[in-house]
Nanobody, 126 residues
Framework: QVQLVESGGGLVQAGGSLRLSCTTD????????IGWFRQSPEKEREFVAVKKWNDGNIYGDSVKGRFTISGDWSKNAVNLQMNNLKPEDTAVYYCAARRGLLSVQTVRDESTYDAWGQGTQVTVSS
C-alpha cells in the first residue's frame, strides 16, 4: 500500500512563504504524477498543482505565479514552494499520486489519484 507523507505546514503571516514536501518509501515519484490539493472547511477539495511524470508542471488558477512545484528525485520527494501567501490559502494541503500515463486533461480530477497523504495544515493570518 502506497503511503505518502506531507510535511512543512504551519502558521505564517500574509505575504510570507512556506515549503511543503511530500515523500514516500513505497512509490517511485519520478514515474508517477504527483499532485497537491487543498481543502478548507467551507470549500470542496481544490486542485493546487501537479508534477507530471514527464516533467510538466500544471497549476491551479488561484496559485499561478505564487506557487512552484518541483521534484527532488534524490530524496524521492515533491515539494511545493508557496510564496506571497494569502489568508484564502489557508487549508489542509494533501499530496496525491497517480499513474504517470494518465491524460494531462484529467490532472485536476481528484478521483484519478490512487494514493493520498494525511494532509498538513497551512494557516495564513491577515
Amino acid at each position: 500500500q502506497v503511503q505518502l507523507v506531507e510535511s512543512g505546514g504551519g502558521l505564517v503571516q500574509a505575504g510570507g512563504s512556506l515549503r511543503l514536501s511530500c515523500t514516500t518509501d513505497t512509490l517511485t515519484f519520478s514515474k508517477n504524477d504527483i499532485g497537491w490539493f487543498r481543502q478548507s472547511p467551507e470549500k470542496e477539495r481544490e486542485f493546487v498543482a501537479v508534477k507530471k511524470w514527464n516533467d510538466g508542471n500544471i497549476y491551479g488558477d488561484s496559485v499561478k505565479g505564487r506557487f512552484t512545484i518541483s521534484g527532488d528525485w534524490s530524496k524521492n520527494a515533491v515539494n511545493l514552494q508557496m510564496n506571497n501567501l494569502k489568508p484564502e490559502d489557508t487549508a489542509v494541503y494533501y499530496c496525491a499520486a497517480r499513474r504517470g500515463l494518465l491524460s494531462v486533461q484529467t490532472v485536476r480530477d481528484e478521483s484519478t489519484y490512487d494514493a493520498w497523504g494525511q494532509g498538513t495544515q497551512v494557516t495564513v493570518s491577515s
